[in-house]
């Protein structure tokens, strides 16, 4: 059964923003087109499942970043400019995903269905914590200690749940990518590493001291229970 959703399409350029709204609505989904500077207002204000945010110059950049402050509602980025380097901006900001312009409607439509697929099978989904202290929120996808939110991102939940539920055991970057950012390991791609960076940055704002955040030299990452620490990793 496809997934219903309010999707947000903040998009400059009407005319591929009617093509994006008749097609997703085809296909059951409630949208709603910002095509001028209230975009943010609604992202901020609506309670939508999925937005589709174009980039135009930074000011696409600068709304996910302020978005980010307030909310945790999956972003799929669109953008003339798809190098390494706004790619990794975008995730580094929070980005769930990023399109390339020009991209087909139909990429675009498997894009949306993957994303509400996964927000769909985590919010049934409940993550207890071992340690009794840290919580997973899979609705907000956000955990907590002592009812203080880190702030995750969504793509940030999804590395530390993955490796919450491998505790102590080394996970390869590849398979951070595929199964946690939903997307092929490129050698030179460091959104990941900013991934881990922010997590552990946001872990320990919370005082969280039961586990550590692990790299392991030419494996990958893993999180260990600080009464197994390991001599080989960094």
């Given amino acids: 059964m496809p997934i219903a959703a309010r999707i947000l399409a903040v998009e400059g350029d009407s005319l591929l923003a009617r093509e994006l709204q008749t097609h997703l609505q085809r296909r059951g ?92 099978y ?26 203080s939110p880190a702030g995750l991102t969504a793509s940030e939940y999804r590395v530390l749940e993955l490796l919450w539920q491998h505790l102590n055991e080394v996970l390869s970057k590849p398979f951070l990518y595929q199964q946690a950012l939903r997307r092929g390991y490129a050698r030179h791609d460091r959104s990941l590493d900013m991934h881990i960076s922010h997590i552990r940055r946001k872990l320990q704002a919370i005082g969280y001291r039961a586990a550590r955040l692990e790299t392991v030299w030419g494996q990958g990452y893993m999180l260990v229970g600080l009464q197994e620490p390991l001599s080989e990793s960094v």
């Fill in 122 to 147: 985590e919010r049934k989904t409940s993550l207890p914590s071992e340690s009794g202290e840290l919580v997973f929120d899979e609705t907000n996808t956000d955990v907590s200690l002592a009812d």
């Fill in 29 to 120: 989904h409630c949208v709603t087109l910002s095509v001028g500077n209230n975009g943010l207002l609604l992202a901020e204000h609506g309670n939508f499942d999925l937005i589709l945010l174009a980039i135009l110059g930074t000011d696409g950049l600068g709304m996910l970043e302020q978005l980010r402050r307030r909310s945790h509602v999956p972003v799929l980025l669109m953008s003339a400019l798809g190098d390494e380097q706004h790619r990794i901006a975008g995730f580094s900001l929070g980005a769930d995903d990023y399109l390339p312009k020009p991209f087909s409607i139909t990429e675009l439509c498997v894009r949306v269905t993957a994303i509400l697929r996964r927000v769909a």
